[in-house]
DNA sequence: TCCCCTCTTTGAGACAGAGCAAAGAGGGGT
DNA sequence: ACCCCTCTTTGCTCTGTCTCAAAGAGGGGA
């Protein structure tokens, strides 16, 4: 059975009436997904739109001559998949599981339905969608105007905030993460994802292994990532 | 005074029912921008939202080490500098304007009070911003994906598709744009840029000039674009 | 426990594009 | 009509990063 304190928690549908919470409750399936499982196919016909519950997932988009890119990693409690919502019948990406994770899922038309119902529920959406336009912005210029270390030192930051794990003064993110990941998120490649990571290392920045990665010193990258003029 | 069918044509405003609209009217104030103002100011607080009437504006960003960043080309009939309806209290951006320009103005507070009651006004927006989203994820792609020429290639063809103005066989970019322009929008740098549009000219794929751009052949263009395999 | 597979590290060479420099060239203002 | 200022073009050098190559290294499965 769906956990209805659960959905109730959802930042996303906070302000929804108790009938739309219901009708929601009625309409969702829970799916699991193993760890390297896609939830969905990039291209393939949106009919549905998700929130995740638990693990986290990486949402890659593969181009037109084969490379591969990823978009964003999805944390627990973030809406997923709503591209129809968008005017988009197909997903542009693939959701991929990077540990064991729970996802719940309405079909689409459900979607339309309580937006035009919900004004809250639409102003909320709108918000979020916002604050990733504005966060894409801000990849954007950095790709624009910064070199691979400084922006890698932002995808490392933006790891830790959304799923850093604190223990002591270091923060670990908290999936399977590999460099070949980091350069994927930053437009490089895994070498050179390779030789920056090291270099920090041998500074204390950070410690590093096979897919992990644990933060020793958020000020010294924020440094490098240099946002804040010195 | 400001012409309702103008504001009442507004795609943005589709669906507002009568008294909405009226309101909206009421709080409008017209503003006129001689080419290379500045509507606002990056950083400062924003107290309104806006839509170009007419004209033609720039969004730049410039970052903490001082260099700029062109975010967007506000078209007619846009809706601009709605941060604060995302949740910002600042303006992340100076819009300037690239030919003399005409603007509405509304105080923000208008926003979420149409946003409130009108759910199609919710909507409307969600999808602008949703669509917004797209191309911005669209860009990074690009950006983490591809070499210069291949970048520069697809900012001319969003820019066709903006701006652009039907001669002939050949498309004007509707208002003045320097190389400089198109290398901030791209993450180069007017050299590159000024080199890859001399080659392309010498192929017979568009004709340059001071501020100017012609796009003389434009498959060719999406040839070079390379988002569709060969 | 061992082995294999995947992920990571490191080296060396090549190259796209940045940076620096300077010479055209078109337009607007006087 | 001229001049100046800005934008554009083009050459050359330098370097950050990619590419190619190969050697560790950690973990999971048998």
Redesign the interface.
């Given at each position: 059975m769906i956990d209805r304190e659960l959905v109730d928690a959802l930042p996303i549908f906070h302000g929804l009436d108790a009938s739309a919470l219901d009708k929601l409750l009625a309409h969702a399936s829970q799916r699991s997904h193993a760890k390297g499982d896609t939830v969905f196919q990039q291209g393939e016909e949106a009919t549905h739109f998700y929130v995740l519950l638990r693990g986290r997932l990486k949402v890659q988009?593969v181009?037109?001559?084969g490379?591969q890119?990823i978009?964003r990693v999805v944390n627990p409690g973030d809406l997923f998949g709503f591209a129809m919502?968008?005017?988009?019948t197909q997903y542009?990406g693939t959701p991929i599981a990077a540990v064991d994770s729970v996802t719940l899922a309405w079909p689409m038309g459900m979607m339309n339905d309580i937006?035009?119902?919900?004004?809250t529920f639409?102003?909320n959406?709108?918000?979020m969608?916002?604050?990733?336009?504005?966060a894409?912005?801000d990849?954007?210029?950095e790709?624009?105007?910064q070199e691979v270390e400084g922006r890698v030192a932002h995808a490392v930051i933006r790891l830790a905030q959304e799923a850093g794990v604190k223990s002591g003064s270091e923060i670990r993110i908290d999936f399977p993460i590999s460099r070949q990941d980091i350069a994927?998120m930053?437009?490089t490649t895994l070498h050179t994802v390779s030789r920056i990571i090291s270099h920090w290392e041998t500074k204390g920045l950070v410690k590093g292994g096979r897919q992990l990665l644990v933060i020793a010193d958020l000020a010294g990258l924020r440094r490098l990532a240099?946002?804040?003029?010195s």
């Open positions: 988009q181009t037109a001559d490379q890119f978009v919502a968008l005017g988009r542009p937006l035009q119902h919900n004004p639409a102003i959406t709108m918000q969608i916002g604050q990733r336009l504005d894409a912005h990849r954007l210029r790709m624009s105007t994927e930053t437009g240099g946002d804040e003029a």
